[in-house]
């Protein structure tokens, strides 16, 4: 079908990542229009901010050289007094003038050029620091209609616009939800002991998708060491043949192992298709080794031995290369596997596996449950991915320009080739959902876990027991107001942390006077508590459909009279909130 990518790869390098790019520059020339930003003017004082700062670097290092010889003139004149001193005591009186002479002429030296040149270095310094401050604030004021422009949805509407076939909701929503756990068996234990940092939900192919980043918490061990010193007497005899007692003394070392608890963030690509419903299977990232060697060799020859077990449902197919490259041996069902990974898939999947200048070549592992896909990709865990409009914010136009294509360019690249070995299967474009093909009405009502990414957006601190000592765990629950816009709900908030409280732990260790010590190991026990705490929404159901008709300056106007309505002070991913 018309718009179906089958070689990601090559549909990248030849089509969409110039396309990104010109949809990159035309939005941000149209952002900059909007703005009527004065570009001379602010190159002009981006120019002087630059001249300004190598002034005060200058300034510094004469201020720093100047010092060092104040810090050395005034050792001379301590040292000089010391040894005149010295020289006058010892009754050497022309050893004691001469040091006084090279005294006084430092003094001289110290109070007549040193210090008053420092003093007007340091003043030039300051002088041209607040300097450099007034042009900074001029520069970020010049800026300042740019600035404002961004919101959280420029980058999702520019992958649209260059993959037509992708699109982003407003927010992740209870019905988006409601369809991966229906229609596609997602899993809800997943979510029992993480928080959503950032979600981003939508529609690929008419495929629902979401690209999350979760926190959670990891029982480790910590290792903490105690020490006791001994001391005892033994008698000895000498060389002489006498005796004496002698003291003795050893430091006794115990350690323990304890658990702590780790926090780890992880971002994954979620993927929901009907197509071969029962298969299941894990792919790792690491398995591709080079066309010719003995670990591809020994690779190979494990899985053909695999594929003779009676006892094993796996079955090797005829592209051995592929086998070996995308290991899928523990898979539940050959049929369907190949039913997926047809010829053209296969070629697609080893051409992203060998590219490393484009893509990410073998950085993913790939997870199929049924009907969800799970993809993580280790270039995705590096992205900061949550589109947040401040990170475009700068006070140099030209910077602004090059940062904006430069982060949203990264932004493309990760996501793409995180969809890039489903884009490869070309039953997963094929497929659709019966209610994607026949429609069905989206409830609008944001789902738990854009609670929780707002939750974590507002801050652990603000939510966290006033005991609490690690980070926390946030989860919610909504409830809604009691007023006639369903928009409108309290979000409460639980965030599970933990206290510590110290211990005491005494490991018997035989010493060297031959008896058994106990050895005390002081460590720290973690106990759970839990902060409560809430906030309220709105969410923008004005926005939950296309309006790429309207300029940003028009979105942004109708966000602020949402924001001044409400008394809101946060708009993220159309929901705004207040604590």
Not at 90 to 104: E, K, R, S, T, Y
Not at 128 to 143: F, P, R, V
Not at 462 to 474: A, G, M, N, Q, Y
Request: hydrophobic share 35%; charged share 25%.
């Amino acid at each position: 079908m018309k718009n179906d990518i089958y070689n990601p790869l090559d549909e990248y390098v030849n089509v969409f990542k110039e396309k990104f790019k010109s949809v990159c520059e035309s939005t941000f020339a149209q952002l900059a229009a909007e703005a009527d930003v004065n570009v001379e003017l602010n190159r002009k004082t981006c120019a002087d901010i630059e001249d300004a700062v190598g002034t005060i670097r200058r300034l510094n290092r004469q201020i720093t050289h100047w010092t060092i010889l104040c810090v050395i003139l005034w050792f001379v004149v301590i040292a000089g007094v010391i040894f005149s001193i010295i020289g006058f005591t010892h009754d050497n009186p022309g050893q004691g003038i001469g040091l006084l002479a090279c005294v006084l002429i430092a003094l001289w030296v110290l109070l007549s050029k040193v210090h008053p040149k420092l003093k007007v270095l340091k003043a030039d310094r300051d002088n041209k620091q607040s300097y450099h401050d007034a042009l900074l604030e001029s520069a970020w004021q010049q800026m300042a209609p740019l600035n404002s422009l961004y919101d959280w949805e420029i980058f999702t509407r520019m992958m649209t616009q260059t993959i037509p076939r992708l699109e982003f909701d407003p927010f992740f929503t209870t019905q988006r939800l409601e369809d991966l756990k229906v229609i596609y068996g997602w899993d809800e234990s997943f979510n029992a002991d993480r928080s959503v940092l950032f979600s981003h939900s939508g529609l690929i192919n008419g495929n629902p998708f979401v690209i999350c980043r979760t926190k959670k918490m990891e029982w480790c061990e910590k290792e903490y060491t105690g020490k006791l010193t001994i001391e005892w007497t033994e008698t000895v005899r000498g060389s002489d043949g006498k005796y004496r007692t002698e003291r003795r003394s050893e430091t006794l070392t115990a350690t323990i192992k304890r658990p702590v608890p780790e926090y780890y963030k992880k971002t994954r690509l979620i993927y929901g298709n009907t197509a071969a419903p029962d298969l299941t299977f894990l792919r790792t990232k690491g398995n591709f080794v080079s066309k010719t060697g003995v670990g591809k060799w020994a690779k190979k020859v494990s899985l053909k031995h695999k594929a003779r077990d009676m006892k094993a449902d796996y079955a090797m197919m005829t592209n051995e290369d592929f086998e070996v490259a995308f290991d899928t041996s523990n898979r539940n069902n050959n049929q369907q596997f190949a039913l997926l990974f047809t010829p053209l898939a296969q070629n697609s999947i080893m051409s992203i596996l060998e590219d490393k200048s484009e893509g990410f070549g073998d950085d993913f592992d790939f997870e199929k449950s049924r009907m969800i896909n799970i993809i993580i990709a280790d270039h995705m865990q590096a992205e900061e991915m949550d589109m947040n409009p401040a990170q475009y914010q700068s006070y140099n136009f030209d910077r602004a320009a090059e940062d904006f294509c430069r982060i949203n360019t990264a932004h493309f690249r990760a996501i793409y080739f995180a969809f890039a070995p489903l884009l490869a299967v070309p039953m997963y474009q094929q497929i659709r959902s019966h209610e994607n093909i026949y429609g069905r009405d989206m409830k609008r009502e944001s789902a738990y876990w854009e609670h929780e990414a707002l939750a974590n957006f507002w801050g652990v601190n603000r939510f966290k027991h006033p005991d609490c000592v690690t980070d926390c765990i946030l989860k919610t629950e909504k409830s809604v107001n009691d007023t006639s816009d369903s928009a409108e709900a309290t979000i409460q908030v639980r965030a599970y942390g933990f206290r510590t409280e110290p211990r005491t732990t005494y490991v018997e260790k035989y010493g060297g006077d031959g008896r058994y010590h106990q050895v005390p190991v002081h460590w720290e026990e973690f106990l759970p508590v839990t902060g409560i705490g809430s906030f309220d929404i709105k969410e923008d159901l004005s926005n939950s459909v296309s309006d790429t008709d309207a300029t940003q300056t028009q979105r942004i106007a109708r966000i602020q009279t949402l924001l001044s309505q409400s008394g809101h002070s946060i708009y993220r991913r159309n929901i705004s909130s207040r604590l």
